[in-house]
Structures are given as structure tokens and as C-alpha cells.
């Protein structure tokens, strides 16, 4: 069979903005114009903070602008210091290890579980030592990691966890949302996640009330609200603006319904890609737990007689589907060239580096194109022989 040529890009897209979103960041602007004068966040703050605690589970949220600033909150308030050593994953995105090395920390990179691609909570508890201040896990592409073994992992050694759920937003472990999992989790509200603030954003939720006034003084110049105002610790200026936090609350109201859509996409792509022997499909789309951010699968470099990169070269220039990494090593980037860092052991995330590729399904895809990207991966796979 062959099928006209497409042109299928990965797209910098992720949720549906619509015409209450435009609606929302319109309100505020006009506002500002007229009679208020002003972009003081207020109520748009408190009234984000709230419902975006409350859809994720937590007692609390910090809105920040944006995830990479979230962590390195977290990485500050926890007190992260030269010395210090954190672990994480290496198939994540490079803030999630730079918010440690920010702090003069080093890096510990663990390995990862080679079905979820999460961070294994066994090999992160073999490499904790005294020096070990934090871990943070990613749930990467969406799906949770092991919430139950890193809380079990962070009871038996007293080092904080501090999730990146920056693909996260409505994802359940066992039922319950995974924001008030741990010390604190981190969001990402950038463009291409499932809810955006205009582009950038992001935020920290956690269970505990007293990390979150931290977090909060940090992104606010460590100002202490009172009778008198007062700077009562070093921090920044990390805050969203009034028209982010006002698309903020239409887009977590749609978020449910963007995962939904995402995950039945998902669900159907799994399907006619099922049995396609090369292949390992991405798991954890039959409830509603996965955050379906990402369609990320693995060309099984053991049984092709080709490179995953050739198979994305061949996709985008034969068939016009562009795919996308998610990730290289962390370790890869040069910026790690000269860091002291540890990368031993990890052999299951080199070999997913290896071979992840993510596909470009977004909740504008239609059915006719999941088909056409099916189609293209199985040929490709066959001309590539
Ligand atoms: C896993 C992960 N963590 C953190 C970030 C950074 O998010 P932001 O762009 O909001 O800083 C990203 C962004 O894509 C990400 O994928």
C-alpha cells in the first residue's frame, strides 16, 4: 500500500487554548486598562494557587513561572549546598539535575526502571550516602513513578523527595492525585505541556504548610507579609503575571478533559502499533492514572538492523513525520564536560537513550493522521531492513 506524503511536525503544542482562555487573559488586560490600572496578581493568584492545590491533592501551591525556577526553589529552600550530593534520573530534562548543580551540589544520577523509564527507587536507595540531601524522581513522559517506594525510600533514610512533574498535571498514583506525594512536586505550565499560562509557567504544591511559605518567600524576594513588610532571607522575583494565572484557571478547568483525549490517542496509537516486533510500546494508558504528556516508544536496537536515529531520519525525510528525543543522557549536554558528577551504573537509561523515540500526537491529531504516523513507522521499519 502507499499513502500520499504528509507533512506531520512536533508541534511546540500541548493543550487546547480556546475562547475562554483568551477571554480570561483579555479580562485582566482590560481591566489594567481601565479602571484598575493595575497587574497586582491578586485574586488571580490565590484563586490559581487554591484550585491548582486542590486538583492535585496538595495542601498548597506556589505558582512560579515556570517549572525550571520551581526546582530550583525546592533545591534552596531544602537548604542544598556545595557538598552536598543529589540524586536524580538521567532521562529527564536538563533543569531537573542543573537546579542541584545550581546550588554547588553534585549530581548522582541513578538508574532508571526499564519499563516506566521513571527513576528505579532500588537503584536510587544504592547510591544514597551520608552526603545525600535530596532525589528527585521524574514521572517522565507522564506516568507516575513509584510514589509508595520513594515515600518508603525517604522514610528509611530522611533524604526529601522532591518530584519533576512538569508532564504530570492530573496524574494519579493509586488513585490519588500526586501532589501532596513527598516533600514537594514541580509543574510545568510551558507550551507544549497538557495546561499552559501563556507559554511559561509553573508551580510547587506540597503537603507541608511550612515548605510552602519557604517556597513562597523565595519566589517573592523572601518578603514576610506583617504590619511591616520584611526580608527576612535572600529570594527572587519567580512570580507568574496576572493574565497567566487568569488563563491558569481556564486551563486547569479543561485539563481533565485535554489528559482524556490524549490518553484515548494514546490508547489508539498503542493499538495499531500493537504486535509490531521491533517495537516496544510505552505502558500505563489503560486507567486514568498516566499524564499522558508524551507518546515516547523504543526502537529495540537488539533485533533492527538500524539506529533509532536512523529510523527518525528516515520518518521525517521519506514519510514527513517529525518525531522528537525525550531525552539524551543528561550527562551528554556540554555544559556537564567539565562537572564532577556520577553516571555509574545506569545502564538501562543508556539504553533507552538509545532508543526512545516520541511521536507527534497532540489533542489536535485526527484519527486519519495516528493512522498515516502507524503507517510510516511500519514502513520505514520494513525499507530500513
Ligand atoms: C521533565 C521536565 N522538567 C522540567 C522542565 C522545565 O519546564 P519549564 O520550561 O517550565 O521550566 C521540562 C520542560 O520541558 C521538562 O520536560
Excluded at 33 to 51: I, M, R
Excluded at 76 to 99: N, R, S, W
Excluded at 289 to 307: E, I, Q, S
Amino acid at each position: 500500500m502507499t499513502m500520499q506524503v504528509r507533512s506531520i511536525p512536533f508541534l511546540a503544542l500541548g493543550g487546547l487554548f480556546e475562547q475562554d482562555d483568551v477571554q480570561a487573559a483579555t479580562r485582566v488586560i482590560a481591566a489594567a486598562a481601565g479602571k484598575d490600572g493595575s497587574f497586582f496578581p491578586q485574586p488571580e493568584e490565590a484563586d490559581f494557587q487554591n484550585a491548582f492545590a486542590a486538583h492535585e491533592g496538595a495542601t498548597g501551591a506556589v505558582a512560579v513561572n515556570s517549572c525550571g525556577t520551581a526546582l530550583d526553589v525546592c533545591m534552596m529552600v531544602l537548604g542544598i549546598k556545595p557538598g552536598d550530593e543529589v540524586i536524580t534520573t538521567p532521562l529527564t530534562f536538563v533543569c531537573t539535575a542543573t537546579c542541584a548543580i545550581a546550588q554547588g551540589a553534585k549530581v548522582v544520577f541513578a538508574d532508571v526502571d526499564r519499563q516506566t523509564l521513571c527513576l528505579d527507587p532500588e537503584a536510587v536507595r544504592r547510591k544514597i550516602t551520608p552526603k545525600t540531601k535530596a532525589i528527585i524522581p521524574t514521572h517522565f513522559a507522564g506516568h507516575p513513578a513509584d510514589i509508595e517506594a520513594f515515600d518508603r525510600l525517604s522514610r528509611d533514610s530522611g533524604v526529601p523527595v522532591i518530584y519533576d512533574a512538569a508532564h504530570a498535571v492530573g496524574a494519579t498514583f493509586n488513585g490519588k492525585p500526586i501532589g501532596g506525594a513527598a516533600k514537594a512536586s514541580c509543574y510545568s505550565f510551558q507550551s507544549n505541556k497538557n495546561m499552559t499560562t501563556l507559554g511559561e509557567g509553573g508551580a510547587i504544591t506540597s503537603a507541608d504548610p511550612e515548605f510552602l511559605e519557604q517556597a513562597r518567600r523565595k519566589k517573592t524576594f523572601g518578603y514576610v507579609y506583617g504590619k511591616q513588610l520584611r526580608v527576612a532571607s535572600i529570594g527572587f522575583n519567580y512570580r507568574m503575571t496576572k493574565p497567566q494565572l487568569a488563563v491558569g484557571l481556564t486551563q486547569l478547568a479543561k485539563a481533565a478533559r485535554v489528559n482524556a483525549i490524549k490518553r484515548e490517542k494514546f490508547r489508539a496509537m498503542s493499538r495499531l502499533l500493537a504486535g509490531v516486533g521491533e517495537l516496544t510500546l510505552p505502558a500505563g494508558f489503560e486507567g486514568e492514572g498516566h499524564g499522558a504528556h508524551l507518546y515516547v516508544l523504543r526502537l529495540d536496537t537488539d533485533k533492527a538492523a538500524f539506529t533509532r536515529d536512523a529510523l527518525r531520519t528516515h520518518l521525517k525525510d521519506k514519510h514527513g513525520v517529525a518525531t522528537s528525543l525525550h531525552y539524551p543522557a543528561v550527562w551528554t549536554w556540554e555544559a556537564f564536560d567539565d562537572l564532577e558528577y556520577d553516571r555509574s551504573d545506569c545502564r538501562q537509561a543508556e539504553r533507552a537513550c538509545e532508543q526512545v523515540v516520541s511521536l507527534p500526537i497532540f489533542p489536535q491529531t485526527s484519527d486519519d493522521d495516528l493512522n498515516y504516523i502507524a503507517w510510516a513507522i511500519k514502513q520505514s521499519l520494513t525499507e530500513l531492513k
